[in-house]
């Protein structure tokens, strides 16, 4: 039952430090309101260091990273490292340019991830070295399906024993592993696809939860992916035949704002292998 | 009666520069169109002198500071004081960082603001040049309630003597004031702290009414504070059970688009101390 | 008959680069999800060029440019065109600085644009080397109406010429013309003024549709804009009372993500000039 996980993060309040795309701040900032915790961004060096220190989570996002930036990603999260702070990643784009694999792979050698999430085509490039992502959005190629679940299943294991990080590979199907165990996901709806920085959002959501519940971070990464995919499922059970993906996009964070624990383990689809 | 100071507004529909986070600058921008002014952003400091020169009023937001973007308060503020434009400093996050204290104090040394708008936390720290800010939220100990108003009245009176300029304090209880008076509004509602960057809006909007109203900037700013906190009941009303934080924001500023002086008299709740 | 160009957009989903300002990146995301297109963003000049290598059109908006952004502009603007890549300029702001003006005209001179939207004051500093915009608006004293129609379309299609773009004069009146031809269009509603970003968004729809259809480049942007303008008008119809600017923003990319060819056709209103 992942509704514990919720309600901790709406007891708990934790404050969250995004370092994080200027895409999709504000979609971040509300859904991390929507579930319970508290956003902050400061991505200057020179400020960084000492906003992370006040926080119990640092979401690092890689969406639009420049010069400035990843040198406040590396500086604040040495930081939060230090002081013990839930540390996830979403490396946006590795494998679409030099500059996002490297600063993705970088920032995994550097720093001690508690999570990392990401697509399938961006995970399989952390593993590899090198990558394939065309743009920001996963191959279809490397998509989990019926198929190749068995695979995929084994292959977030091994890559969450080698990096010591819960792994989230997200997409029709969500995965969320540690090195024993895999939640496998069916929420969520493919129309969420239409809507620029549901990934994002879940990544700050995934911080809030992993940081209230630091005890269980696989239980609580998987609620975070139960909670965005199933907020995405009331979302759309709201949409006039008018309405399209802007205001889908405000449904999903609505729906997370009324999100109980309870209505959440009402609605998970998971089974865990 | 505020509610004319909202028509001139629309009248004169002020042209703002806006120096502002990336996180709700896009909320900036339609709060501003609502009210009736006009937005324009620019942070390059090659780029900021000339454009502010341009516009009646400078708002400048320290939510995302860094070193480009702190070069270009200074310059455009400047530029703005030496034109006679309106000067409002949003000090987010003061208290809660070195850089950001630092940045505030420097702003308010080097250039003679109108208004200074923020949370009590951040007003207390710019009164003290040190502070205790976690995060970019109030803390509940600094915040105005019924016990400490009398003190907090005088606080804020004492700040802008010595400051010279207009204070608004914001949060469950607001707070307006020059050296002699003080707005104290009972406007707004708990659930607008749900969403991120009433408070940018806010400073946008108050920008916009004193620039439009410059013979009366208490007034003025005291009648932004009541729209704002009148925007969030009216949009509040036509809130569903199953909307959230993210239709509210948009439920705010689609209240204060459809806002007139005679809505406003009708809904401002203040009394004059 | 146009709405055959916004199928092919569904079709073939271009992965769109754009280096946009930060104030309107979202709605320009979504909107270009809306109506089928993919959206990626980066803007260090070291990420750019890898990343709009992958792309098939570059969006150029210097709306909140600075020396790293413009940077990145010519950096990846070079490699676009050296790939045969769609390339559009929207030059915000144009004519309200010496750096904006600059960079806009060093840009054209350094890159072929295949398309240049902006508003008419925007348009004419292009067309002068200097310019009398007030803010990010066009100047009343620049817009197409009834009486300056004929002068507007030589203008237009001078310019054209001249540039060899295609050029979208966006405004209550909008001229989107090659060298011999001018789409004068009269679909939108003045409330879109309202919002801020409508401008930024049909660019980022622009280069979609010019990108899916290379050998109509006119056809496709002229289709772009009756599709925009065609939103406005059904979003709006599905505005309550009590709803302003900022749920109308959200409807008007409802409407994109919910319209067809066979809708645009009906309601597209354009002649030829």
Redesign the interface.
Known sequence: MLGIYLDNVRKVSP?IHNIT???????V??AL??CGG???????P??AE??TA??SGLNINI??????TIDAMFRAGRKAQDLGHTLLLDPV?AG?????TRTAISLMKALKFDVIRGNASEIKTLVLGSGTT????ADKADSVNGSNLAFMVKFVKDFSRSSGAVIALTGAIDLVADSERCYVIRNGRAEMG????TGCQLSGLMTAFVAANPDNKLEAAAASVCAMGLAGE?GYS?LQ???????Y??????????MTGEILDEGAKYEVL
Chains 1, 2, 3 share one sequence.
């Open positions: 404050l795309n200027y895409v999709t701040v504000n979609d900032a509300n309101l929507a508290s956003p902050i961004m400061a991505d200057e020179d400020d000492e906003i006040l926080c969406g639009t990273l420049n010069s400035r784009g679409a340019s030099t500059l996002r065309h743009g920001v959005d239409r809507i620029t920085g009331v709201h035949p008018h309405e399209g993906n802007s205001t996009r405000n449904r999903i964070i609505d729906a997370i704002c009324n």
